[in-house]
T-cell receptor, first 114, second 116 residues
């Protein structure tokens, strides 16, 4: 694929339900990141995967949030027992293995919790 | 800890005039600096980056940015603004910290509005 893809593009859920968001990074990119962008605000780092290293989960806002990545491929971000404050656009990005390589972002998943 | 500040929530400029979007940063160690642009209903797009070398970096769509180490700034500039440049601009910094994390720290964003 040409770029980072995310699915679904939009997700509306009821408070208390679990949701799963998917990210397909660019092939060959070893680093994968999840960010959250609330309406009118900047990007908030959530979690970072780098190859087979333990992920950096320091940005996850609560234990309701978790993420997995299989090898250097697809990642899923799971939010359990969603709350209204979880409503945001969730962005995934990938980059090759270097801190100075730019990150390529997916189009995001817009999550609305009613 | 690393941080980025974009002091202006919005910048207004007339088409054809030069534009500047300000960014200052704070890191321990050498900074890697980036600018991204977000057009309405679209994902973030990379504009340019500074890693090392010349302080003036040229990027996409005619944008450039100047790295100033003494002022810890990385302002985005363009000599002549276009209406199509209207978008949300994010400055970001990356450095390898104690944890080895390489995720970007983003500023809060500056909305650029170019008037015809």
């Amino acid at each position: 694929g040409a770029g980072v893809s995310q699915s679904p593009s939009n997700k509306v859920t009821e408070k208390g339900k679990d949701v799963e968001l998917r990210c397909d990074p660019i092939s060959g990119h070893t680093a994968l990141y999840w960010y959250r962008q609330r309406l009118g605000q900047g990007l908030e780092f959530l979690i970072y995967f780098q190859g087979n290293s333990a992920p950096d989960k320091s940005g996850l806002p609560s234990d309701r949030f978790s993420a997995e990545r299989t090898g250097e491929s697809v990642s899923t971000l799971t939010i359990q027992r969603t709350q209204q404050e979880d409503s945001a656009v969730y962005l995934c990005a990938s980059s090759s293995d270097s801190s100075y390589n730019e990150q390529f972002f997916g189009p995001g998943t817009r999550l609305t919790v009613l | 800890a690393q941080s980025v500040a974009q002091p202006e929530d919005q910048v207004n400029v007339a088409e054809g005039n030069p534009l500047t979007v300000k960014c200052t940063y704070s890191v321990s160690g050498n900074p890697y600096l980036f600018w991204y642009v977000q057009y309405p209903n679209r994902g973030l797009q990379f504009l340019l980056k500074y890693i090392t070398g010349d302080n003036l970096v040229k990027g996409s769509y005619g944008f450039e940015a100047e790295f100033n180490k003494s002022q810890t700034s990385f302002h985005l500039k363009k000599p002549s603004a276009l209406v199509s440049d209207s978008a949300l601009y994010f400055c970001a910094v990356s450095s390898v910290g104690d944890t080895g994390r390489r995720a970007l720290t983003f500023g809060s964003g500056t909305r650029l509005q170019v008037q015809p």
